[in-house]
């Protein structure tokens, strides 16, 4: 079946570092998601990449898709204490949810 | 944005009882929806896609007669686990999708003693 690999499994930064975190899809995409999960919370939607290539920003959050439509990056510019939690990207409309990014942001 | 409520957001239960967990869109419709499990530091493990007045499908390995499922409006599908065990302890979360993006609910935390 289908897989969606995330790498690194963990981030440790000091606050104001940057952060990016990599997705991996055995298969392509037709659209791949990003959620962000605090620590006890659930899933919530960041932003979703369609088009081959494409680039998006959401203030400090840039994400790309990749022109084979098979993996994606998401990258924080300066973290900061508020963007702890689990990134997970997901992709297909079941949302097959990669492995997911544990970051940790040290003030 | 669209809610997504869950209820129990936890329960408790002894082994070999059944434990129903309620998904339903407070301000949508949603003709699928999507039951998850999650294990702590684990990623969401998708169980099956629950459609309105159908049957759900189940993903492999995923047991159909254990963990049945009901989607019996379009603002309410149900999750029940049968014969809990302690195994079957985990996070289970809902999610449904509107035209735009697709909402989770909260979750239920399941811990079968």
């Known amino acids: 079946g289908q897989q969606v690999m995330q790498i690194p499994q963990y981030q440790h930064v000091q606050e104001g570092e940057d952060f990016t975190t990599y997705c991996n899809s055995s298969?392509?995409?037709?659209?791949i998601q990003w959620y962000k999960q605090r620590p006890g919370g659930h899933p919530v939607f960041l932003i979703q990449?369609?088009?081959?290539?494409e680039v998006k920003k959401q203030k400090r959050l840039t994400f790309q898709f990749g022109e084979a439509k098979k993996n994606s990056s998401l990258h924080i510019t300066a973290t900061q204490t508020t963007d702890v939690g689990t990134y997970f990207c997901?992709?297909?409309?079941?949302?097959?949810f990669g492995t997911g990014t544990r970051l940790q942001v040290f003030p | 944005g669209a809610v997504v409520s869950q209820h129990p957001s936890w329960v408790i239960c002894k082994s070999g009882t059944s434990v129903k967990i309620e998904c339903r869109s407070l301000?949508?419709?949603?003709?699928?929806m999507f039951w998850y499990r999650q294990f702590p530091k684990q990623s969401l493990m998708l169980m099956a896609t629950s459609n309105e007045g159908s049957k759900a499908t189940y993903e492999q390995g995923v047991e159909k007669d254990k963990f049945l499922i009901n989607h019996a409006s379009l603002t309410l599908s149900t999750l029940t686990v049968t014969s809990a065990h302690p195994e079957d302890s985990s996070f289970y979360i809902c999610?449904?999708?509107?035209?735009?993006?697709?909402?989770f609910g909260p979750g239920t935390r399941l811990t079968v003693t």
């Open positions: 301000d949508f419709q949603a003709t699928t």
């Open positions: 997901a992709g297909t409309d079941k949302l097959i």
């Open positions: 298969t392509t995409l037709s659209n």
């Open positions: 990449l369609v088009k081959s290539g």
């Open positions: 999610s449904a999708r509107d035209m735009r993006e697709q909402y």
